[in-house]
């Protein structure tokens, strides 16, 4: 059994929690560490999750909000760290934990216990951003975000995924009547940035996935849970919008959808 539970998400910091199995045998992974430890390991304790049951981070890209500095100094365990290798410089810098870090490329890679991790590369400022298919038996997540734009491979590999969990930026009307400056409005809207809640409905109806979307990394200042939901209600699934401070309810990762299992939109993507 997968549970996700999104502890926060957004500018200020991403920190998502990724349980496998239930009590005592509980393992647990978190997808980016973008709050301070001490903030996860309280947000940890309040979920009912021992900070020695995370055996793995990954870690999407190395911007401070998806990984904060205060990790370089925290009391890491067995707690494996694992990213692209194109983030081998930074993780070494920024991170200083040459015993924890994992480095993978860009085949599949066994996390353990029946549990694979498929990544998928896609460009987000500088070093690019990877996005993740989890797969568990009967139980299959993807996680994207900070995408620049949702690519034809991102929608390939997450395809009929059980529970997707994506990105859902900004409103463009929200983002173009904002204060904020052009090189910003260029940088967030220009395919290497974030992405739309219009662009992210787009990319959810072509991976379609078998059950829930869960909606992440929305602006504060350049969009509402609202306009986010209003976007991606024409595909008729569940969808948790998650948020800034409060941690979403437990998420149960739902089974892929089988090859048999025809899509609802097979002749309209
Ligand atoms: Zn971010």
């Not at 502890?7 to 973008?34: E, P, Q």
């Not at 365990?77 to 694992?82: D, Q």
Request: hydrophobic share 35%; glycine share 6%; aromatic share 4%.
């Amino acid at each position: 059994m997968l549970r996700l539970k999104v502890l926060a998400s957004g500018s200020a910091g991403n920190c998502a929690l990724l349980t496998v199995g239930a009590g005592v045998t509980t393992r647990a992974i978190l997808l980016d560490c973008g709050l301070s430890p001490r903030r996860t390991r309280r947000l940890l304790t309040e979920s009912g999750v021992r900070p020695d049951q995370i055996d793995h981070i990954l870690v999407t890209h190395f911007d401070t909000d998806h990984c904060h500095r205060g990790w370089a100094n925290a009391d890491l365990a067995n707690t494996r760290i694992r990213y692209h290798i194109t983030h081998n410089t930074q993780a070494r810098t920024i991170l200083r934990r040459p015993d924890h870090l994992r480095p993978f490329d860009d085949d599949p890679i066994d996390l353990g216990e029946g549990l694979t991790l498929t990544p998928v590369r896609l460009a987000h400022d500088e070093e690019g951003v990877t996005a993740f298919r989890i797969d568990a038996p009967n139980a299959s997540l993807a996680y994207a975000t900070d995408l620049g734009r949702a690519t034809p491979e991102l929608i390939d590999t997450c395809k009929g995924v059980g529970t997707l969990a994506i990105e859902s930026n900004y409103c463009p009307e929200l983002q173009h009547a904002s204060g904020r400056p052009a090189f910003l409005k260029e940088r967030i809207m220009s395919g290497r940035g974030h992405i739309s809640n219009q662009q992210s409905a787009d990319a959810a109806r072509a991976i379609d996935p078998a059950d829930r979307v869960v909606l992440l990394h929305l602006s504060r200042q350049c969009n509402t849970p609202q306009r986010a939901l209003d976007a991606h209600a024409p595909l008729g699934r569940p969808v948790t919008v998650t948020d800034q401070i409060e941690p979403t309810d437990w998420i149960p990762v739902a089974a892929p959808r089988s090859r048999a299992q025809p899509s609802l939109f097979e002749h309209a993507t």
